[in-house]
């Protein structure tokens, strides 16, 4: 009988703990850990901002609420601070938000996995910058470049770029960043931008003035 009773117990405890795990990080020693020394022979930096920024991040077992994440977009991963150590994260991730500022919501940069459309990948993080009725997303792109410089010869370099998609769902389209492309994706309501446009003043070639455009288009 008292083996039952342990073997009860044991059970008990590892349903305890696998369930308290879904809220914790995986231990170092089973995560990958991450070393930047893979980049020491390129200039700048893989990351969307190089230093931690507190953020939250879903996965398929539950939500990490504080944790200091860095967005390697070169990598397409995100890695996280312990104990001044980096390290993937190895859960599978749905999507995750960086608080540069935890008072400053309108601040806050989200990304999702599994936006589909134009040439993204399914696994690609992908920047929400307004959904509704129309859609506008951001992909942060870093690409290696060469140059040849005078003793030192060629040298490698982070460059920074972005591609912008819009669209409803799962008809999403690669844009440009100017009034006429953004301008096709709604014109059923053509009149009623356009005087916003005009009362808001909006240059439709700056990302903050397409989100208000959009923003608008969804509200009406």
């Known amino acids: 009988m008292k083996k039952y009773i342990c ?3 044991v059970l008990g405890f590892l349903s305890f703990a696998q369930a308290q795990n879904v809220y914790s990080l995986q231990d170092p020693v089973t995560s990958r850990s991450f070393s930047t020394s893979k980049y020491s022979d390129i200039r700048g930096t893989p990351f969307l901002v190089d230093k931690w920024i507190n ?6 077992k539950g939500t990490y609420a504080s944790l200091e994440l860095k967005y390697n ?18 859960d599978d991730i749905l999507s995750f938000t960086l608080k ?3 008072n400053e919501p309108s601040g806050f940069l989200v990304f999702k996995k599994g936006i ?3 040439d993204i990948r399914p696994g690609q993080f992908v920047q929400v910058l307004a959904e509704g009725n129309i859609n506008l997303y951001k992909l942060p792109v870093k690409q290696v470049s060469e140059m040849s410089e005078v003793n030192a010869g060629v040298v490698q370099t982070f460059t920074n ?19 006429e ?10 009149s009623q ?3 916003f446009i005009r009362e808001k003043k909006l240059s439709l070639r700056k990302e903050g003035d397409v989100i208000d455009l959009i923003t608008y288009y969804n509200s009406l």
Not at 75 to 90: A, G, H, P, Q, R
Not at 161 to 179: D, P, S, V
């Open 116 to 118: 589909s459309g134009a």
């Open 181 to 190: 492309e953004v301008l096709n994706a709604m014109q059923d309501k053509q």
């Open 7 to 9: 073997l009860f117990g």
């Open 55 to 60: 953020g939250s991040v879903t996965t398929t």
């Open 193 to 195: 931008i356009e005087s």
């Open 73 to 90: 977009v070169y990598d397409n991963t995100l890695v996280f601070n312990k104990d001044e150590e980096s390290y993937e994260m190895i």
């Open 161 to 179: 770029n972005a591609k912008y998609y819009i669209g409803k769902t799962g008809q999403l389209h690669f844009i440009k960043m100017n009034k």
């Open 100 to 102: 540069p500022k935890a």
